[in-house]
């Protein structure tokens, strides 16, 4: 398109010193002539400042050297008495090195030699003064020095000595004369290149006024249509903003269809979120009409999401309880959050949903908003929870009880019985360490949930402990007339390994044997030892575990569905611990069963002797 110089009078205003299109270039010019400016004074500070320094330095130096020399020779001089001379020494060092202040001052605050003739009233130094010296004060490190001083047979003081300030000489100026100098000549070759500039950056100028033009409020494209005697920069410029003219026009209708566009991908995205939640959510208007289903909401209802939507919610949820909640939010009879857990009875799966139904606006009525979840393995956990705590309470009740009968039976009749008393121990001791075992193993479940179950690992002993598991078991075994037997070999290796908590997976394997054995049953306890393994198999004569439950007993709390199991007590941890523990060393623990027949459990630990 042809450029046309615009002359709307709303276009940007241009300095009246500058002509068009220079505007940038002079600010340029100018705010690098103020920098080179700055930097100059900067440089000449500095210059002045590190000379300064340099004097104050050398002058504190010369303080301090000249004050030392003058101490040792005071001291001499004061020590023989010989107070006259000491003051001319001090006179004359002081002219000498320009010090405003020296003096010698003992610790009652008298002067015995000062620069100033008029503070030496002291005729004659005393035979001897106190021992502490006296306190002065530091105006400035740099000119003011206080020595102390050790008077021969007297005693301490100190010599003050004030330096003059150090004063600039004409090596400053002669520098400072040098920085001006380069700057100048900085400041002529800057003038030169902006000269330079200007010729080559008119165009850019120009375009930069056109822009402020439409900064200020000019909304017409005529606005920024610059000169073409600019150069070549101001026809590309030109160019440019007509085909931005008419690309701005054909760019309307595209622009207004990609935010509709945008609109139904927000829409869609909010769909997506709310279908990736596995809560179900309904929203439902003041009709008991559902507005929005999500597909967790289809699911749980049973139910296609596009035949939800429009329906009255009465019409696919038969819960008395929640249609109620939803009528009175609607209404607007209540805006109080309410919570209500529905367990399914119907044909299908069986199971419990927890209804929420809660407004979605707090000031105003009409719109309520319904969320499904389910919570049956929630409700499931804490069922087994309440299990264990109430066969845990069982478990522990035992021992407790057979300790306190037989305290009793000791106290009444240990004395005349010793054969009686000493049963009544073995059989506390029994149950103590019984129970033990069964708070040690609430323990290791409570370490297992925290995350905090660990080995400690030693040298351990084998012989010992399936002597310890024998004697723990026979009494057992005998009261219920099981024949339990070890079969051990003739030499044990000592294993590296936690002793209490292998002792704790063999007691819960050997404990479950005995347990579920019935009586004349058989338990055999089968170790073999090689190089590489050690493997322990508890092999009993007992009702035997189902196909079914014998892929689940080592799950938490479990317990296998026999009626012949309900009548014994257990926690449903034993054999979770034990395999635990087993796999935690290297190991693992494996079960082969057949129904009333009996049951093997195998515990493989990999061998690491000791030498």
């Not at 000249?66 to 002081?94: I, K, M, P």
């Not at 008991?288 to 139910?303: D, Q």
């Not at 407004?359 to 409700?379: F, H, N, W």
Request: hydrophobic letters at 40%.
């Amino acid at each position: 398109m042809d450029a046309v110089p615009s002359d709307n009078p709303k276009s940007a205003p241009r300095s009246r010193l500058l002509p068009h299109g220079e505007s940038v270039i002079a600010s340029v010019g100018l705010a690098l002539a103020a920098l080179l400016l700055c930097v100059m004074s900067a440089s000449a500070w500095w210059v002045h400042h590190t000379q300064q320094n340099m004097l104050d330095a050398s002058r504190a130096a010369q303080t301090r050297a000249a004050g030392d020399l003058l101490a040792e020779t005071a001291e001499v001089l004061l020590g023989q008495d010989d107070l006259s001379t000491a003051r001319r020494l001090v006179a004359d060092t002081a002219r000498t090195h320009e010090f405003a202040l020296c003096r010698i001052v003992l610790p009652d605050g008298q002067i015995a030699a000062s620069l100033e003739a008029s503070e030496n009233k002291l005729h004659q130094l005393p035979a001897s003064w106190p021992q502490s010296r006296p306190a002065g004060s530091v105006e400035d490190a740099k000119t003011s020095v206080h020595i102390p001083l050790t008077i021969p047979g007297r005693g301490p003081a100190t010599l003050e000595v004030v330096a003059l300030p150090s004063v600039t000489y004409g090596s400053e100026w002669e520098a400072l004369a040098g920085v001006g100098a380069i700057g100048a000549a900085a400041l002529v070759v800057l003038l030169a290149l902006y000269r330079r500039m200007r010729r080559r950056l008119r165009a850019m100028g120009a375009i930069r006024d056109a822009l402020a033009a439409v900064s200020s409020g000019e909304t017409a494209m005529a606005a920024l249509v610059i000169s073409p005697d600019l150069g070549p920069e101001a026809a590309a410029w030109n160019q440019v903003i007509g085909e931005t003219d008419r690309l701005r026009r054909q760019g309307v209708a595209e622009r207004a269809r990609e935010a509709l566009g945008r609109r139904q991908e927000s829409h869609s995205d909010v769909d997506a979120a709310c279908d990736a939640l596995p809560q179900g959510l309904l929203i439902v208007d003041d009709k008991t009409r559902v507005k929005y289903a999500n597909g967790a909401a289809a699911g749980f209802l049973r139910s296609n999401r596009e035949a939800l939507v429009g329906k009255e919610v009465g019409a696919f949820l038969d819960v008395p309880g929640v249609l109620l909640a939803v009528q009175e939010i609607a209404t607007g009879a209540s805006r109080r959050r309410q919570v209500m857990d529905i367990e399914q009875k119907d044909d299908g799966p069986a199971g419990v949903l927890r209804f929420t139904v809660r407004p979605v606006r707090r000031d105003d009525s009409g719109t309520a908003m319904i969320t499904i979840e389910d919570i049956t393995q929630q409700r499931a956990a804490e069922e087994a929870r309440h299990r264990f705590v109430a066969q845990a309470t069982h478990e522990l009740r035992t021992p407790l009880t057979n300790i306190r009968l037989y305290v009793e039976t000791a106290i009444e009749d240990g004395e005349a019985d010793p054969a009686m008393r000493s049963k009544c121990l073995n059989v506390i001791n029994g149950e103590t360490r019984r129970l033990e075992r069964i708070v040690g193993e609430m323990l290791s479940v409570a370490e297992i949930e925290a995350g905090s179950f660990k080995l400690q690992c030693d040298d351990v002993r084998l012989d010992q402990l399936f002597e310890d598991l024998s004697a723990d078991y026979q009494q057992q075994a005998a009261d219920k007339n099981v024949t339990l037997t070890f079969h051990l070999p003739p030499k044990f290796p000592v294993v590296q390994g936690d002793r209490d908590k292998i002792l704790m997976a063999l007691h819960n394997l050997v404990g479950n044997a005995l347990k579920y054995t019935p009586e004349t049953g058989k338990v055999d306890v089968v170790v073999e030892a090689t190089e590489k393994q050690l493997s322990v198999q508890v092999r009993d004569t007992g009702i035997g575990i189902s196909d079914a439950d014998a892929e689940k007993i080592f799950d938490r709390f479990y317990r296998a569905h026999d009626p012949r199991v309900a009548k014994i007590t257990g926690s449903g941890l034993g054999l979770t611990l034990a395999r635990e523990v087993v796999r935690l060393h290297g190991g693992d623990v494996t079960v082969e069963s057949r129904l009333n027949q009996g049951s093997t459990f195998t515990i493989t630990l990999p061998m690491k002797t000791a030498a």
